[in-house]
């Protein structure tokens, strides 16, 4: 389980194709304190801790992981959104965040206003149908407050220290992102569904 908040950028060392599979390799902070076998999200997606090569950690992607999030696309140098699991007792300062992707969109707008940032993201229809104005939505991790629903996608104001701290500073129009529904939203929706059915 995670938060959303995002506790450290890193940056790919490699992204190995193991035929339909990879390893993701990434140098960041705190791999002194990671251990094999730990969650760390990547980008809003839950792995594994593989292996721990000095200064940082290793992933096996499995095929479904590359077919429904957009962590295929890395390369040597991007930059990525990192969270470990949360531990009992933690402040819960986002949202409840699984690190289960549920499709990706892409970066339609990037602009300035003020200190803030405007980003808007496209959303695929089924994701679309479980958002709601001032709800959350993991962004490639980051746990965000929708500021307005479009016909096709989300609106997202960004605070500096978000901006900062996250890789959106490095963003461009047409990134793809993961996207994480929010897990009560889904849980409603099923329900729902089922109950008219």
């Given amino acids: 389980m995670f938060t959303g908040l ?14 339909e599979q990879a390893r993701l390799t990434i140098e960041l902070p705190f791999s002194a304190e990671l251990k094999l076998g730990d969650s760390v999200a990547v980008n809003g997606c839950c792995l594994t801790v593989e292996a721990l090569p000095p200064g940082g950690a ?8 590359l077919r429904v999030t957009s962590l295929g696309g890395l390369h040597t140098g991007s930059y990525v959104n990192l969270e470990r699991a949360m531990m009992v007792g933690d402040r819960f300062g986002g ?14 707008r990037l602009e300035t206003s003020g200190q803030d940032h405007i980003v808007a993201v496209s959303l695929p229809p ?5 958002c709601v104005d001032k709800g959350s939505l993991a ?3 980051i746990s965000l407050t929708i500021a307005e629903l479009t016909a096709n996608g989300a609106v997202f104001w960004i605070t500096p220290h978000t901006w900062e ?7 461009r129009i047409g990134q793809p992102v993961n996207l994480e529904a929010d897990m009560l939203a889904k849980h409603v929706a099923k329900l729902v569904a089922a109950r008219m059915a």
């Fill in 58 to 65: 290793a992933f096996d992607l499995l095929s479904s992981t």
């Fill in 165 to 171: 701290h996250t890789h959106l500073h490095d963003a």
């Fill in 95 to 108: 949202h409840f965040v699984q690190g289960h992707v549920d499709a990706t969109g892409k970066i339609t």
């Fill in 126 to 130: 089924e994701i679309h149908l479980l």
């Fill in 6 to 19: 995002v506790e450290a950028v890193g940056n790919v060392v490699s992204l190995e194709s193991r035929g």
């Fill in 139 to 141: 962004i490639d991790g």
